[in-house]
T-cell receptor
Framework: NAGVMQNPRHLVRRRGQEARLRCSPMKGHSHVYWYRQLPEEGLKFMVY????????ESGMPKERFSAEFPKEGPSILRIQQVVRGDSAAYFC????????????FGPGTRLTVL | KQEVTQIPAALSVPEGENLVLNCSFT??????LQWFRQDPGKGLTSLLLIQSSQREQTSGRLNASLDKSSGRSTLYIAASQPGDSATYLC??????????????FGKGTKLTVNP
């Protein structure tokens, strides 16, 4: 009964490169959430997806960031042309259907932009 | 706009003490509230989930209460141990339209339990 899986756990990119972060939800979960934790800050919501649909992207920066959750495979958070300010821990969570259901978090991907 | 505040930001206690961590939120329209534990460089471990209709939840040495009308929750840790040292995060799920189910987090309380 594997939990939420994220890879890679650590990712180093140079400014201007692309970063791809992957999240596999818990078995049976069809809702995925991405959060970002900047140094010395709390976790901030970025985007909420269900299979093949973006439900709420109100926390996503307007440029360079995109997310998808295809019918098959993991959810992907993609950051184009990374800048130093993108350095953070990115957490994925999943839940089964319904607002009352608990969100379970993955171990996170720590992105460092040189 | 929902905001979550946790006080204190840091707390250091000797082993064996009972302690209380505080969380407040500005809008009482919530589905539920969760307490998490985060160890340095690690992910989040869910400790307790309280639905808006509930007043408290207990798990082992942990007890969380919820007073939705006043916008407050407390996490009580009994007989603290050095292994309890971590950052404790409080998060609420706002009741809002549009189908969003996001969590709004506080910045956390960093707890150190000294042997």
């Amino acid at each position: 009964n594997a939990g939420v899986m994220q890879n890679p756990r650590h990712l180093v990119r140079r400014r201007g490169q692309e970063a791809r972060l992957r999240c596999s939800p818990m078995k049976g979960h069809s809702h995925v959430y991405w959060y970002r934790q900047l140094p010395e800050e709390g976790l901030k919501f970025m985007v909420y997806l269900q299979k093949e649909n973006i439900i709420d992207e109100s926390g996503m920066p307007k440029e360079r960031f995109s997310a998808e959750f295809p019918k098959e495979g993991p959810s992907i958070l993609r950051i184009q042309q990374v800048v130093r300010g993108d350095s953070a821990a990115y957490f994925c969570a999943s839940s089964s259907q319904g607002a009352l259901n608990e969100q379970f978090f993955g171990p996170g991907t720590r992105l460092t932009v040189l | 706009k929902q905001e979550v505040t946790q006080i204190p930001a840091a707390l250091s206690v000797p082993e064996g003490e009972n302690l209380v961590l505080n969380c407040s939120f500005t809008d009482s329209a919530i589905y539920n509230l969760q307490w998490f534990r985060q160890d340095p460089g690690k992910g989040l471990t869910s400790l307790l989930l309280i639905q808006s209709s509930q007043r408290e939840q207990t798990s082992g040495r942990l007890n969380a209460s919820l007073d939705k009308s006043s916008g407050r929750s407390t996490l009580y840790i009994a007989a603290s141990q050095p292994g309890d040292s971590a950052t404790y995060l409080c998060a609420v799920r706002p009741r809002m339209g549009g189908g969003s189910e996001k969590l709004v987090f506080g910045k956390g309380t960093k707890l150190t339990v000294n042997p």
